[in-house]
């Protein structure tokens, strides 16, 4: 019988020969899935023979890893800002990047925000994070996607914040009334070109919704959409947050100021690129 040490050398062997990036932890992270283990739960079993039906169960998990299905869509969740979301293929799993959005959010806005509105919500993550934060916010999240709300509404249940969180279907401000007014909106829209598309890792372009990456030829066509539109349901001193591409900011700024916003500053990203725009009214 094979040991729980010995299946994780074979999986990451399987799984480095297919191109799988930190094969090692991805292996441990299956096989504890799987066996219902964290992981120094597992490493004080690594002497343990495996059972064909548990065998069973890893093998499925994988061969889904070796043809490059994201590892969060194959354990079915994620963390994000200290929360467990639930992921699967109706929207785009949450990224680090959108995580630090949160964490600037938080020192810009520090003090009570009485409302929020969430643009592209898809799992509800930064719904979700910023409710928490904001704990007398009414908070509204929107998307396009029946199925991302689907998804969305799921989380918001398992969290408790169903009652909180409003979500609605919306393409972009579309579904809002005219006179809706937010302290504070983000952005994490689809922002990568239709040629960033096909270049990207397989985990990326073969498995995650692409209406949620990109909006066609050009990366920047959603991010100039929301930012001519939402300075009608901005409150006076109201904040709009962006997550945005590599080098979008140059032909951004104009379109900001155009638009009528005071401060328009960018941020870096943990990598030094610009990948965040706050914009005041």
């Not at 059972?51 to 093998?59: C, F, G, M, S």
């Not at 003090?111 to 409710?131: E, H, M, S």
């Not at 270049?199 to 990366?219: F, M, Q």
């Not at 962006?242 to 979008?248: H, K, L, S, Y």
């Amino acid at each position: 019988m094979l040991t729980v040490l010995e299946i994780i050398k074979r999986t990451t062997d399987f799984l480095d020969k297919r191109g799988v990036e930190s094969a090692r932890l991805n292996a441990e992270l299956m096989i504890g899935h799987t066996l219902g283990l964290k992981r120094m739960q597992l490493y004080l079993q690594f002497e343990r023979p495996l059972t064909e039906a548990e065998l069973e169960r890893i093998r499925p998990l994988v061969k889904r890893r070796g043809n490059r299905e994201p590892l969060q869509y194959i354990l079915g969740e994620t963390e994000f800002a200290g929360l467990k979301l639930k992921v699967d293929r109706r929207a785009l799993i949450p990224r680090p990047e959108t995580e630090y959005l949160v964490e600037l959010l938080q020192r810009r806005r520090p003090g009570p925000v009485a409302r929020l509105l969430d643009l592209g919500t898809g799992t509800g993550a930064i719904a979700f994070a910023l409710a928490k934060a904001h704990p007398d916010a009414a908070v509204l999240a929107v998307d396009r996607s029946s199925a991302a709300l689907a998804l969305a509404r799921e989380n918001a249940a398992a969290l408790g914040l169903a009652e909180r969180v409003v979500l609605r279907e919306s393409d972009w401000f579309s579904a809002l009334a005219a006179g809706e007014r937010f302290d504070l909106i983000v952005a994490n829209p689809p922002y990568l070109s239709a040629e960033e598309t096909r270049a990207a890792e397989p985990e990326v372009r073969e498995h995650e919704p692409l209406e949620a990456l990109s909006p066609g030829p050009d990366g920047a066509a959603a991010l100039a959409r929301i930012i001519r539109e939402a300075p009608g349901f901005l409150a006076p001193d109201g904040l709009l947050a962006c997550e945005t591409g590599i080098a979008q900011h140059q032909s951004l700024r104009p379109l900001a100021e155009a638009a009528g916003f005071r401060l328009i500053d960018s941020v870096q990203d943990l990598t030094g690129r610009e990948r965040y725009l706050f914009l005041e009214r």
